[in-house]
């Protein structure tokens, strides 16, 4: 089997290596310690690589990386990495926007009560210059304030409901959502960013672009009351830096919390001579949980990426998945999770890829087709598939492709199920997503289960009589496998269809010892 190379360019947390060197096939280069200059010569042979702000991926990076076919952005920002010149070599970018949520969220809600209650002035006034004096840190209190939070995302909804129980009165701004998401919370949804200037308290929360740079200016800040407080942990620009200088030294603004700037390190900016305003050197990620969880998520998807199966959160797709509400993306990475696992259940010549929907997701049939072929001919065409040829590809080889959107009976909020047909027979797989980003497999073939589109499994149809859980279990324990999970449905007909999920690998002879049991009726291994 083909050895995929993942080389790791700056540190990440240990759990994140421990993934990587667990994985079998895969082959770790630890360059997280290696000067930039020498990290040039290791990456001509690397397959994917995971980095982190120190590491810029230019020009120069890329032309030494001949063999790349994916980028891991092991935190949120992309700033230092070159998208367009990525996507030229055809190499997916990809970054980790989730895994910092909490971490923050929880930074927003202290530089929020900071900008209440000036605790690092009152600290340091008692501790630094050794001065009790009490009457000088009067601060307000947030209860029965307005706080206005531009952009209503993961981060921004979870300031919302933490401010709320504060008894804050919250007002939200977001163009790109529905309103519902915010009323529906018992908050006021704002349709102009004029709303929001009148607010108490202000914090953002969106990503950096040309529409949300410079958001709030001179302009914005001359809307705002006398005393407003405003917050800034998302991304260094969205405030114009040089009006909120004007706006905190006029006193216009009361205070500041800012965590983020414009160009960093911000050792020697302006708005660090300002006395009401706190700073924080860009801590939004800077947790032991965050940076585990950045760690975990890099090296899984670093992995995935290697192996050419799915390509989470990447940003050079031929759509970005970012301009996408929130629960959109978890189906695509579960469609083609599902069409992979058809085709290694099925394997056959394609004749048609249908994709059926139910719910919301629905209004979503063709990024959802475009995810299938892939998941679909990656068994077949491994790299020489990918999301720009799609199409064209399905065409060329005169596959089928059609969508269906079916009533929403089956009593989930929104359900996929892909049917893969080939010259040997028809497979059908149904997913759905549960809370945010829970991807799970509800059925195959008719049969009902419930289990993540992960790891090595053996798909075992039978006739539905005693004993064979018991012949599958000992067949298996004889060859030194070890059942991780074991998931069963059955139908009226007297069948049944197993799903077990194994740590080692299924070779081909195991495969046909247990097509030999006499209640077999098929048997595949898949890994995905």
């Not at 240990?14 to 990456?43: C, R, T, W, Y």
């Not at 992309?78 to 998208?83: E, F, K």
């Not at 809307?223 to 260094?236: D, F, I, P």
């Amino acid at each position: 089997m083909v050895i995929k190379k993942i080389i790791v360019c700056d540190a990440i947390d240990q759990k994140g290596f421990n993934l990587l060197n667990i994985e079998e096939n895969i082959e770790v280069i630890d360059a997280s310690h290696v000067p930039k200059d020498k990290l040039l010569d290791m990456l001509k042979d690397a397959d994917v690589a995971i980095t982190r702000s120190s590491t810029e991926i230019d020009e120069k990076f890329l032309d030494s990386a001949k063999n790349m076919k994916a980028i891991v952005r092991a935190g949120v920002g992309v700033d230092n990495v070159d998208i367009e010149a990525c996507s030229r070599r055809g190499i997916i970018a990809m970054n980790i926007p989730i895994a910092n949520t909490m971490a923050a969220v929880e930074l927003s809600m202290a530089h929020l009560l900071n900008t209440a209650r000036s605790f690092p002035n009152a600290h340091n006034h008692l501790k630094i210059d050794r001065v009790w004096k009490r009457e000088k840190w009067y601060g307000v209190e947030l209860s029965g304030k307005k706080l206005g939070i531009i952009g209503f995302g993961n981060i921004g909804s979870r300031v919302a409901i933490r401010a709320k129980s504060f008894d804050m009165d919250i007002v939200a701004y977001d163009p790109y959502i529905s309103s519902s998401k915010v009323t529906d919370l018992g908050m006021e949804y704002a349709i102009n960013l004029d709303d929001i200037l009148t607010c108490d308290f202000i914090t953002i929360h969106t990503p950096k672009n040309k529409e949300t740079t410079d958001i709030i200016s001179t302009d914005e800040i001359k809307k705002m009351k006398y005393g407003v407080r405003l917050v800034n942990c998302a991304r260094g620009g969205l405030y114009n830096e040089k009006a909120l200088y004007e706006g905190i030294k006029s006193g216009k603004i009361a205070y500041a919390g800012v965590d983020v700037f414009s160009y960093e390190p911000a050792t020697d900016h302006f708005l660090l001579d300002l006395e009401n305003i706190c700073v924080t050197p860009h801590l939004g990620a800077n947790t032991v949980e965050s940076q585990e969880k950045i760690a975990i998520q890099s090296a899984e998807n670093a992995i995935s990426a290697a192996r050419g199966i799915s390509y989470p959160n990447a940003l050079n797709f031929p759509i970005n998945s970012h301009d996408l509400p929130s629960f959109v993306e978890p189906y695509l990475e579960l469609v083609q999770k599902m069409s992979f696992l058809s085709a290694q259940i099925n394997k056959a010549s394609i004749k048609s890829i249908k994709i059926e929907a139910e719910g919301k997701i629905a209004e979503y049939m063709k990024l959802l087709l475009t995810f299938a072929i892939v998941g679909s001919l990656k068994e077949s065409m491994g790299d020489k598939i990918n999301y720009v040829n799609a199409e064209f590809v399905v065409k060329e080889r005169d596959i089928d492709i059609k969508c269906e959107t079916l009533k929403n009976n089956s009593g989930y909020k929104n359900k996929i199920t892909i049917k893969l047909t080939t010259e040997k027979n028809v497979t059908s797989i149904d997913g759905t997503v549960f809370g945010e980003d829970d991807r799970r497999i509800v059925g195959i073939n008719g049969f009902k289960f419930d289990f993540k589109p992960k790891g090595k499994m053996i798909v075992f149809k039978n006739r539905d009589v005693p004993g064979v859980i018991a012949q599958i279990s000992s067949i298996l324990s004889l060859e030194g496998v070890n059942i991780a999970d074991f998931r069963l449905g059955r139908d009226k007909n007297g069948l049944a269809m197993a799903v077990i999920l194994v740590d080692e690998n299924i070779d081909k002879r195991l495969i046909a010892k247990l097509n030999r049991l006499k209640a077999c009726i098929l048997v595949e291994y898949a890994v995905i």
